[in-house]
């Protein structure tokens, strides 16, 4: 079954620098790929996601990369704020066939301001 | 914007009891899902239903687990005989169908077994 990675486990930068997570998963019928911000307490939320028939998707200070052959996604988070601080997963699936979320472990991100 | 709905927040239950986790999906979606955090672990798949039936169940979710949806607006989960280790938060998550759509999670029951 799918095997999803996520590295580092945890991410400190200061106010205003990039973070990038990177994730790698085993499976090559995995489809779909999105990214969850979960703070303290509060549930998954889901801040963007990409499909297997794109390479890059953009939405504000987020960015996501995709590379099927070396099947790994990454998260590209500039211009951090402190309110960006949060715990970070990244989940892969294989839409139309199994539809369950594999997570990675998480990453623990501190912006300091 | 619609959200999914948990309860409880937080159940404590004594070793051996049963438990009922209760959702409301979002309401124009059709696949509902449970999954579970361990502390410090990742976020689990339990099972997935749609269309009244479960439709992939993972190997962690055997008989001692069951859903339903005994209405039109709420899907449980149901813990028998809960041991120590199911102490966890469990999720519930729904999308609006099958393919390529994003799954939306609500804040979580935190299981405690005592």
């Known amino acids: 079954g799918e095997n999803v990675e996520q590295h580092p486990s945890t991410l400190s930068v200061q106010e205003g620098d990039s973070a990038v997570i990177k994730c790698t998963y085993s499976?090559?019928?995995?489809?779909?790929f999105p990214w969850y911000k979960q703070e303290l307490g509060k549930r998954p939320q889901l801040i963007i996601d990409?499909?297997?028939?794109?390479g890059e998707k953009k939405d504000q200070r987020i960015a996501v990369t995709l590379n099927k052959t070396a099947k790994h996604f990454s998260l590209h988070i500039t211009e951090t704020q402190p309110e960006d601080s949060a715990v970070y997963f990244c989940?892969?699936?294989?839409?139309?066939?199994?539809?369950?979320?594999?997570f990675g472990k998480g990453m623990k991100l501190t912006v300091n301001p | 914007e619609p959200e999914v709905t948990q309860t409880p927040s937080h159940q404590v239950t004594q070793m051996g009891q049963e438990v009922i986790l209760r959702c409301v999906p979002i309401?124009?979606?059709?696949?509902f899902y449970w999954y579970r955090q361990i502390l410090g672990q990742k976020v689990e798949f339990l099972v997935s239903?749609?269309?009244?039936?479960?439709?992939?169940k993972s190997e962690i979710f055997d008989d001692q687990f069951s859903v339903e949806r005994p209405d039109g607006s709420n899907f449980t989960l149901k813990i028998r005989s809960t041991k120590l280790e199911d102490s966890a938060m469990y999720f519930c998550?729904?999308?609006?169908?099958?393919?390529?759509?994003?799954?939306?999670f609500g804040d979580g029951t935190r299981l405690s077994i005592l």
């Open positions: 239903f749609y269309n009244n039936e479960i439709s992939e």
């Open positions: 998550a729904s999308s609006r169908d099958i393919g390529n759509q994003p799954q939306h």
């Open positions: 989940a892969a699936s294989n839409q139309g066939g199994s539809e369950k979320l594999v």
């Open positions: 499976d090559s019928a995995s489809n779909y």
């Open positions: 990409i499909r297997s028939n794109v």
């Open positions: 309401s124009n979606h059709l696949y």
